[in-house]
């Protein structure tokens, strides 16, 4: 997959586009039927797959108070896309003044001129332009006016459920990790780096690795998962805990996992978490002996789901 960082660095780079244009959060279900629509197009009618997104995430820019997390980073998305059979992504930085552009201009200025679109491919609830002021009629209307073709991509839905970032995210916060896996259609994962933790995990027989993920990420409701961990193209089964460590009296929110059948030092290397299913919550104990016979039944547990 060619990657752009602007729209200006893709014009005239890649060979009639058959475009989308989203945040594209979570490459979900619903996003990858887009992207199926795209790379069939283009094989049909002899083009290039191509989807435009947006870093920052506009939320994160143009609500200041709203604390919105990620379910990818932008490195996270591409990796999807690529995985996906996408040709081309463009990845433009989404500031104020680019929110201010209206659906007209932003169609005929970037699409149209600088991106030479022959068919738009969206999704059925699509809006763009300046406070999203523009609807499936101004597509039709542009396209006509400029020669393209433009598709809409029916809502896709599990289990009738709709499938959505919102809806994914909102699984996540409440610790509903079935559900937000089968509106991803894959496990919930993120990348981290391994940081110093305190070291208790090894004394207890459960040594851990304390994961700092990007501020941006969102993290799943707080408790005990079962997991699968990548590593130097390795994956290995273990359970992961994500809260303050009750019976320790932590105050901080860790992210700990531990992996079966593993012994090195993990120390500044980066390690990919998937979360299979969450087990329970989280636990104050009265010792750290009454600890370690949960941890010993969650290891149980965990070998079972993955």
């Known amino acids: 997959m060619k990657r752009f960082h602007s729209i200006y660095e893709a014009s005239g780079r890649i060979e009639n586009p058959v475009l989308t244009v989203g945040t594209f959060d979570g490459v979900h279900r619903g996003h990858r039927a887009?992207?199926?629509?795209?790379?069939?197009?283009?094989?049909?009618?002899?083009?290039?797959?191509?989807?435009?997104?947006?870093?920052?995430?506009?939320?994160?820019?143009?609500?200041?108070?709203?604390?919105?997390?990620?379910?990818?980073?932008?490195?996270e998305k591409l990796a999807l896309l690529d995985r996906y059979g996408l040709q081309n992504a463009i990845v433009h930085p989404f500031t104020t003044a680019f929110s201010r552009i209206e659906s007209t201009s932003f169609v005929r200025d970037f699409l149209v001129a600088q991106l030479g679109v022959r068919v738009l491919v969206v999704g059925h609830d699509h809006r763009f332009g300046r406070d999203r002021a523009g609807s499936w009629g101004d597509l039709t209307r542009s396209?006509?006016?400029y020669g393209f073709g433009v598709e809409e991509v029916e809502a896709q839905k599990v289990a009738g459920v709709p499938v959505s970032s919102t809806a994914i995210r909102e699984a996540l916060a409440a610790g509903d990790l079935a559900t937000a896996n089968r509106l991803l259609g894959r496990d919930y994962a993120f990348d981290g780096v391994v940081v110093r933790g305190d070291g208790l995990g090894e004394k207890l027989g459960f040594p851990t690795a304390?994961?700092?993920?990007?501020?941006?990420?969102?993290?799943?409701?707080?408790g005990i998962y079962?997991?699968?961990?990548?590593?130097?193209?390795?994956?290995?089964?273990?359970?992961?805990?994500?809260?303050?460590?009750?019976?320790?009296?932590?105050?901080?929110?860790?992210?700990?996992v531990?992996?079966?059948?593993?012994?090195?030092?993990?120390?500044?290397?980066?390690?990919?978490?998937s979360f299979v299913a969450r087990m329970r919550d989280e636990i104050r104990f009265e010792t750290l002996a009454a600890l370690v016979q949960q941890l010993k039944r969650d290891r149980e547990q965990a070998l079972q789901l993955i």
């Open 34 to 75: 887009i992207v199926e629509k795209l790379n069939v197009l283009a094989d049909e009618r002899g083009g290039s797959s191509a989807l435009l997104t947006f870093s920052p995430h506009p939320k994160r820019v143009l609500q200041s108070d709203a604390k919105l997390k990620l379910i990818t980073t932008t490195d």
């Open 210 to 222: 304390n994961i700092r993920v990007p501020e941006e990420k969102l993290i799943p409701a707080i």
């Open 143 to 145: 396209a006509a006016r």
């Open 226 to 256: 079962a997991t699968r961990i990548a590593y130097r193209q390795k994956t290995y089964g273990g359970m992961a805990s994500i809260g303050y460590r009750p019976t320790l009296a932590g105050r901080d929110l860790r992210i700990e």
């Open 258 to 273: 531990h992996l079966f059948d593993f012994n090195a030092s993990l120390y500044g290397e980066s390690i990919r978490v």
